[in-house]
């Protein structure tokens, strides 16, 4: 099974917002669960990498520092 590589750091928009009204996402932990920090108030959440998938709609891959 082939899934999307998420990295820490990724920044991904959702499907639907935030309560916030923030729809936008920063990777912080990868794992079985996908951890998301809301960008507008800095909520975190953790999601299933599956749920994850389905609910994506953009990514923008995090730039490499080294």
Partial sequence: MKGIPFEVG????LKKKHPCGGSDWE????GADIGLKCFTCEHRV???????????VARVVAKDTG
Avoid: A, F, K, Q
């Fill in 46 to 56: 953790m999601l299933s990498r599956r749920i994850t998938e389905l609910r994506m």
């Fill in 10 to 13: 990724d920044r991904i928009t």
């Fill in 27 to 30: 990777v912080y932990r990868i």
